[in-house]
């Protein structure tokens, strides 16, 4: 007779199972809730007629069916009293006997309607056995059914392979289901083989160790391969359903230290084997660089179809339900105090944590495990578990310290050196002029490529970046730790925009602490900047292409004055002597902080040149006002310049702009004064125009007898365009919808309980 282990199941987990467990039972849609404010309710029916009926879920299975009976009578009892149902269930996870049942139905009458409405453990394996269905839909609960666990630890399976079995109950306990699970059955249903590819720490042994269990379940025997792809062999058993598990097949830090001689031709075969093979299936493990450069070092393998067996697992994978589950059921199953674990049910402590943007569950993991060494104080854990995803470090540092090459390392350095994604022509022609060959090039990327950087295609072309913010923010780290690195990133900048990152990426500026660093090689960066502040500019993604010699002109009189660089600084200063320089500027922002740090160089020659560049500011943001916008922005700029203009320019400016904006408001109005015509300005423009005079204040330049009619325009053009109203709850700031949130805060709230 098949049972179920439901110790495995967080609370959480019983208490949706038995949610579906008991709809169709009953019939009835119940509503799940949130523990702690539910005042005794778990699952809810409301009839049309008014009738309630709640499902009460009591996972005590740690604490016995006496401290169940004790906390019903002194507890439980008074807030199904309060709560006054028609009919009220008890589930628990707790086995019952006979007169457990009945003094328990003693206990909760009149609400509790006959001892068949109170369900222990065997109840629910009863009801669990008839729907199959709800098992599945429940991995952590069909894994970990009586036949699961027994066929995990089955004698004809090899010692070392029972003893790898033993850790999936570990596994199954804190893994929570995600969309690489399915698309790695599939490849497996479909292909019998999965090379299941990844970062560090994001989830492939556990992913793999699953998956292994579920075809355990299936009746399969699990097959460890530790050495090479003849153990698998030599264990072939053409009667049995066989599943071969092989992690790392790659090794852990290089390929080079686990193919031995014909490795790949034989791991080839092996596969080949398989896929002819319907009762066998083959699970592997990698990190996608090491595979890139086992692929690049050996030709068969390369000429393997490996993409079409490969699962790869990111941190897209994680979706905010799917990290929510992983912290709780790590939180749930470690050996923390309940006062620690409750304090993860607040949202200020865990939406930190699953919401980071390098989340990754095996710092989520160590960090729980190592929470011993803490203070005990619940903000140390939460705050070390968000410090550490913070630190990248623990992902990057030993593989690239370690397991990559000079020329890996060169080519995420040059990525370092730009702001944004390069694209692949501009960076192969970098590359050349580096004096490093293009095979290098190519051979580096195809280490990298998936992992620690990425390829994007759009509009026509390739760029390249990295993988994740992670990268970038180890690299940075990894520079700054030793002056050596600083001078060989400097070696690298052949374009202005890597001596712009470079500056703005590494805390120089104000005389941060680079800017020693910086000094100390102040002519190579004087030598570096003079080559390339003329340097035709980079084809970025997501960048606008053009010299901007404005942004040139700040950034080098920036450096050169921070730095007490005269190379540098004349650099700036002869650009903006100009007047094209600043004509031909594309942000006035930029032109404000030009103006900012030309306002810094306090010599008669800086006077002269800020006096010019106002003038030309002057000229090139009024020399275009034809929208509302630009009318608005001309007036910021224009009142944040105001004070360093030595003479009248910058007021005069402002006299001629409240002129055109009288004459845009008014032709605007009178626009929207005609009935007979569809307005020639948009309505959010002709709103603003109304709601700036509103402000300020001042006389209107419109005719105040069509202003009702104006107005009443308006009111029809909000109707016609009204956005459909979404309620603010419906959707948080970082795109989480309403509920998702909802469902993961139910969640974490089960971790309230302190019943068991």
Not at 67 to 86: D, F, G, M, R, S
Not at 650 to 658: G, Q
Request: hydrophobic content about 40%.
């Amino acid at each position: 007779m098949e049972t179920f282990d439901l110790s495995r199941l967080t609370d959480f987990d019983f208490e949706a199972v038995c949610k579906d467990l008991f709809e169709e039972e009953l019939g009835v849609r119940l509503e799940l809730f949130a523990a702690g404010a539910d005042g005794g309710v778990d699952l809810r029916h409301l009839s049309s007629e008014g009738e309630s009926l709640v499902v009460q879920c009591k996972h005590w299975h740690r604490s016995g069916r006496a401290k169940l009976i004790e906390y019903i009578e002194n507890t439980e009892a008074a807030k199904v009293a309060k709560l006054n149902p028609q009919r009220y269930v008890l589930a628990t996870s707790v086995s019952l006997t006979r007169s457990a049942k009945d003094k328990l139905f003693e206990i909760l009458q009149p609400y509790v309607k006959t001892p068949s409405d109170i369900y222990g453990k065997e109840e629910i394996d009863a009801l669990l056995r008839k729907r199959d269905h709800i098992v599945r839909r429940h991995l952590r609960l069909w894994l970990t059914s009586a036949s699961v666990l027994n066929s995990l630890l089955a004698k004809n399976v090899v010692t070392r392979s029972q003893a790898l079995a033993e850790e999936f109950d570990s596994t199954l306990r804190t893994y929570a289901v995600n969309p690489s699970y399915d698309r790695a059955l599939e490849l497996l249903e479909n292909r019998h083989v999965c090379v299941i590819a990844g970062l560090p720490g994001i989830g492939k042994t556990t992913l793999s160790q699953v998956i292994s269990a579920h075809y355990m379940a299936m009746g399969y025997e699990l097959v460890e391969i530790s050495e090479d792809s003849d153990e698998a062999n030599h264990l072939w058993n053409d009667e049995l359903s066989q599943v071969y598990y092989y992690d790392d097949f790659l090794g852990q830090t290089t390929f080079d230290e686990k193919l031995a001689k014909n490795e790949d031709s034989r791991l080839l075969s092996l596969m080949k084997r398989v896929e002819r093979s319907p009762n066998k299936r083959f699970i592997l493990t990698t990190r996608e660089y090491i595979l890139a450069q086992a692929r690049q070092r050996y030709e068969r393998l390369d000429r393997h179809s490996f993409d079409i067996h490969t699962c790869v697992i990111d941190l897209s994978d994680y979706t905010y339900q799917a990290r929510a589950s992983i912290l709780y059921n790590h939180v749930y199953n470690s050996p923390l105090p309940q006062a620690i674990k409750q304090s993860f049910a607040d949202e200020r402590v865990y939406r930190p944590i699953i919401e980071h943007r390098n989340f990754n569950p095996r710092i989520l993991a160590v960090t729980l495990a190592d929470s011993g060494l803490l203070s005990g104080h619940h903000e140390s854990l939460s705050d070390n578990i968000v410090a550490n995803l913070e630190d990248p470090y623990r992902v990057w540092d030993h593989i690239v310290r370690n397991q990559l090459g000079e020329t890996d390392v060169k080519l995420l350095k040059l990525i370092l050196t730009f702001m944004s994604d390069i694209r692949l022509d501009e960076l192969q022609e970098l590359w050349m002029e580096l004096g490093e060959p293009l095979r290098e090039l190519r051979r580096a990327l195809g280490v990298l490529d998936g992992t620690m950087l990425k390829s994007v295609h759009q509009f026509g072309a390739i760029h390249v970046g990295f993988h994740n913010p992670s990268v970038r923010d180890y690299l940075v780290s990894y520079v700054q730790s030793d002056i050596g690195e600083v001078i060989s990133l400097i070696s690298l900048v052949r374009r202005f925009e890597q001596l712009e990152a470079l500056w703005l990426i590494f805390p120089a500026r104000g005389g941060g602490p680079m800017a020693e660093t910086y000094i100390r090689r102040l002519e190579q960066l004087e030598r570096v900047a003079s080559a390339v502040f003329h340097a035709e500019p980079v084809n970025l993604r997501n960048s606008r292409g053009g010299k901007n010699y404005v942004r040139r002109a700040w950034l080098s009189l920036e450096i050169g004055l921070d730095l007490d660089s005269e190379v540098i600084r004349e650099l700036a200063l002869e650009a903006a002597s100009e007047a094209d320089t600043i004509l031909n500027a594309s942000e006035s922002t930029d032109l404000h902080a030009f103006f900012q740090t030309l306002a810094r160089y306090k010599t008669v020659r800086g006077e002269e040149i800020l006096f010019d560049c106002i003038s030309w500011a002057v000229e090139w943001i009024m020399g275009d006002l034809s929208d509302w916008s630009l009318i608005e922005e001309a007036e910021d700029f224009l009142r944040s310049i105001h004070h360093y203009d030595p003479g009248i320019e910058v007021s005069k400016a402002l006299a001629r702009l409240d002129s055109a904006r009288d004459d845009y408001a008014q032709s605007a109005f009178e626009d929207w004064a005609q009935t007979r015509r569809d307005p020639v300005f948009s309505g959010s423009e002709m709103k603003e125009v109304i709601d700036h005079y509103k402000a300020v204040g001042s006389t209107a330049p419109f005719d105040m007898s069509e202003y009702d009619n104006v107005l009443q325009r308006l009111d029809e053009f909000d109707a016609e365009h009204e956005a459909p109203f979404v309620a603010p709850r419906q959707e948080s700031a970082a795109g989480i919808t309403w509920n998702e949130a909802r469902k993961v805060h139910s969640m974490m709230q089960t971790l309230r309980g302190s019943s068991d």
